[in-house]
Structures are given as structure tokens and as C-alpha cells.
């Protein structure tokens, strides 16, 4: 048996050196290069490519495509509809599912409470970072029954397995995933070599079994899944809990999706009993809405199949330092800068003598150009210190020159906006031409450029 020895390797994109760097060759990141011994044995080789390997459905040969089946999954409903409408319709039979977030965000309380909702299934709960005392207690806090819930604390792999084989369970809950190892692998728990070979353990299970598998991932500094990144390619499903804990609102974002979209969100409601859906989440956050306040301006998002009437806000103040501030919550910071440069460019608007908050109600971020509008009059509603009437809406893409250009999905966000009361809604003139649905007792404001609205009767004026 050859000497061991000691690599150092990279925790983002596992790569391998030698010798300590401070920056990554291969990914450039800083810092990600941890010291790891590695047994130079034949056995362990051997033993590593052998669990890797995967069984296939499909023979080694060519088939034609007019001969393919298409397969049909089975879906669990988890019992909760936020979550299964972002996993596509339920919890898929031998797919394999990573989630991931902050510490204390309610990972564990999600998982309880999919434990408890899935019915008959035989459900397997792997935790390696709390004990049995701490499961259960937090169930009875949640008044939860769980019959069909067996709880194992370890970590070893080899005895996880074991007790796969003899309860056969119908869906398997690993928290953590960093937690587990293997007795093969002479790298401490939590390091690459480990995380990629549970994984792939479980992966293994999962397809052969046709045994759904949920995967506890922690984040690092950055709020990205800890560990290797093929791990997320390795898994069928990505799935992050993002939300403020000092914020009681939870939202589930999938940004991996093999078996459905992964523009679906889920908004949840962190409260005693658990988590609470919120089917509606629109009127949650415009609940507490203010009223006849300057720098405030509704917007409608999409967000997947789902419209969601958000509320921008933003506050210009007069600075005393020759640098103004910038800050911005929810909105990205750079779009915030460039719409700040074409209202001071093309209106007049002196921006640069002030500084600039933005913020989004209710944790939300928004991404989609569709609210440059709605911003751009929450700017100006702000520095004029003028509101805006509390019945307008606005949505739209505003370009360099100030200009309103169309955006898509504008029936089921005028519809959304309707039901909610509002009935002026500002928008791009070549939206307007696309609309296939009678509108009623709306008012409809065609806007070829920010200017048009300035210049508008009854909106900032």
C-alpha cells in the first residue's frame, strides 16, 4: 500500500494542487483551497469506481425514436401546494432533490411537515445534526402526527444503508448531506470527496428503488450550496429557501428542474405551527400599504405562471457629502444606477445631488426588466415629493433613451392588477395593441415614453 498524501483542493469547482494557493486557477475564487489527505490504494479505487456505477433502463443500443415510450412518473402531493407546485406537480418517484438554505430559515420545520402530510408513505428521516429528542419535540410544537416516520441518527454510510435495506422506506430525507461519510473515503466528513460519494450513494438508491430522496444542503459565505458544484448537477432538482429571519415571510425558488419549470415560486408564512402557504401573495404584501405617501408605485411581476403585485419604494434625500448614496433591496443595484442616469440625463432630474434608497415590500427580488417603470415613477414621485394615486398601477421596460417598450404576459397581469382593485394602469403603448380581452371600467394609459406619464393628468401632477 502506497504512502498517503496531501492535496489541496478547491471547494467550488474541485480542483486540485499540490501545494496551497490563495486563488483558484480554475474558478478564480479566493480562499476555496482546503488540505485533504489521500490513501493512494488500489482497493480504494476499485471500490470507489464500483459505487459509482448506475444501472440504466435503456439497452446499449441505438433505438428509434418513433419507438421511444415516454415515461410516467408517479408524483406524491407533499400536502403543502406551494411546494408542489414549484417541484412541478408533487414529489417525483426516484428523483433526487437538493435543498438548500440559511441556517435557522426552516428547513427542518418544512421537512417535518413533509414528513407528516405525505399520507401512507413510508418515509425514512436521516438527520445527522440533531437527535431524536429534538425531532420529536419540534413535531409535538407543531402538533404534528407523523405514523409512518422513522427517524435515524447517523452519519456513517454504510449503516444508513443497512437500515435502507431493512425498511424499505418510500421516501428518504437526509439533513444533512454534509454530514454523512464513508468508511471507503479517508477524508474527513464534509469535504468533497465525501459529499460527491453520498451523493452519489443516494442517487444510486434512488433510480434503482424508484425511492424519492430529499437532500439538506448548507450554503457557504456567499449563500451558494456549500461543497462541489457538480453536485448540483448530479441531483435532479435544486431548490433554495430564501427569506429574512427577522422577516416571517419564506420564499421557495427553483433554480434546477428536471421534471417541471423552474420560474415556479412558493410563498410560505413562518408562524407557530409551521409554515403557512400563501396562495395568494399578492394581497399579503399589500397589506400595510401606505397611502398618499410620495416614492411609493405598485408593479405586477411574473413570476412563472403566477402574477404578483409587488410595492416599490424609494426615497430621495438631499446628501451634505460630495458622493451621494446609493442602496437598493431587492432591486438590482446596477439597474437601479442606469434608470437614475436616464432620469437625470433625459429629464432634468438632479439625482446626483441626493441620495438614493430603493426597496422592495416583503423580501421579494425582482429581476424582470417589466418593473423599470413602476421604479422610474417611484424615483420621480420621490424627488418631487408628489404620490401617486393609490388606484395606479405601472409595468414596463424603460430603455436609455426613456422610452417604454412592451413587455409580455400583459393579460394576466392587467387581470391581477383588476382584481385588486386597481383600475388605472400604465403601460407601453405596443402592449396596448396586443390585448385580446375586453377591458371595463379600467383606464388604460398608453406611454411611448417616461415623459408621456410626467406630462399625464392625475399621476404626478
Given amino acids: 500500500m502506497k504512502a498517503s498524501k496531501t492535496l489541496y483542493v478547491c471547494t467550488e469547482c474541485d480542483y486540485q494542487s499540490p501545494k496551497w494557493l490563495g486563488r483558484c486557477p480554475e474558478c478564480k475564487s479566493w480562499n476555496t483551497l482546503e488540505e485533504q489527505t489521500v490513501q493512494n490504494t488500489s482497493a480504494s479505487s476499485s471500490a470507489s469506481k464500483k459505487n459509482y456505477q448506475i444501472t440504466s433502463d435503456y439497452e446499449s443500443v441505438a433505438t428509434l425514436y418513433d419507438e421511444l415510450d415516454l415515461p410516467e412518473y408517479m408524483r406524491n402531493n407533499t400536502g403543502l401546494g406551494e411546494l408542489d407546485r414549484v417541484l412541478g406537480g408533487g414529489l417525483v418517484s426516484g428523483s433526487v432533490i437538493l435543498l438548500s438554505g440559511e441556517p435557522g430559515i426552516g428547513k427542518s420545520t418544512l421537512l417535518t411537515q413533509i414528513s407528516a402530510s405525505l399520507g401512507d408513505n413510508k418515509i425514512l428521516y436521516i438527520s445527522g445534526e440533531e437527535s431524536r429528542s429534538q425531532l420529536k419535540l419540534r413535531a409535538e410544537r407543531l402538533k404534528l402526527k407523523c405514523p409512518n416516520l422513522y427517524v435515524l441518527t447517523e452519519t456513517s454510510m454504510e449503516n444508513i444503508l443497512n437500515e435502507i435495506n431493512k425498511i424499505k422506506p418510500d421516501v428518504i430525507i437526509v439533513d444533512s448531506i454534509q454530514t454523512v461519510y464513508s468508511d471507503n473515503i479517508s477524508s474527513a466528513p464534509g469535504s468533497i470527496a465525501q459529499v460527491k460519494e453520498a451523493a452519489m450513494r443516494f442517487i444510486n438508491i434512488a433510480k434503482n428503488e424508484n425511492i424519492s430522496i430529499i437532500l439538506v444542503g448548507h450554503v457557504n459565505k456567499e449563500g451558494g450550496i456549500a461543497g462541489p458544484k457538480v453536485l448540483e448537477h448530479m441531483v435532479d432538482a435544486v431548490l433554495y429557501f430564501e427569506g429574512e429571519r427577522q422577516n416571517t415571510y419564506r420564499i421557495i425558488r427553483a433554480v434546477k428542474n428536471r421534471f417541471g419549470s423552474t420560474n415556479e415560486i412558493g410563498v410560505f408564512e413562518m408562524t407557530e405551527v409551521g409554515l403557512v402557504e400563501i396562495p395568494n401573495p399578492s394581497e399579503m404584501l399589500l397589506a400595510d400599504r401606505p397611502k398618499n405617501i410620495s416614492g411609493n408605485c405598485a408593479v405586477c411581476i411574473m413570476e412563472g405562471t403566477r402574477p404578483i403585485i409587488a410595492e416599490v419604494q424609494a426615497l430621495a434625500t438631499t446628501t451634505v457629502f460630495p458622493s451621494p448614496k446609493r442602496t437598493s433591496n431587492g432591486i438590482d443595484y446596477n439597474r437601479m444606477c442606469l434608470l437614475l442616469a436616464v432620469l437625470e440625463k ?26 423599470d417603470l413602476a421604479i422610474t415613477l417611484a424615483l420621480i414621485s420621490s424627488i418631487k415629493d408628489q404620490p401617486i394615486p393609490d388606484n395606479v398601477i405601472a409595468f414596463g421596460e424603460v430603455g436609455l433613451a426613456g422610452e417604454c417598450r412592451a413587455i409580455s404576459n400583459i393579460e394576466q397581469r392587467i387581470k391581477e392588477a383588476t382584481r385588486l382593485g386597481f383600475n388605472k394602469i400604465i403601460l407601453p403603448y405596443r402592449s396596448i395593441e396586443k390585448l385580446k380581452i375586453d377591458i371595463k371600467d379600467i383606464e388604460l394609459i398608453a406611454a411611448r415614453s417616461v415623459f408621456d406619464i410626467i406630462k399625464t393628468p392625475g399621476i404626478l401632477t
Fill in 346 to 371: 433625459r429629464f432634468g432630474l438632479r439625482f446626483s445631488t441626493n441620495d438614493v434608497y430603493m426597496n422592495v415590500i416583503g423580501g421579494l427580488k425582482i429581476e424582470e426588466p417589466a418593473a
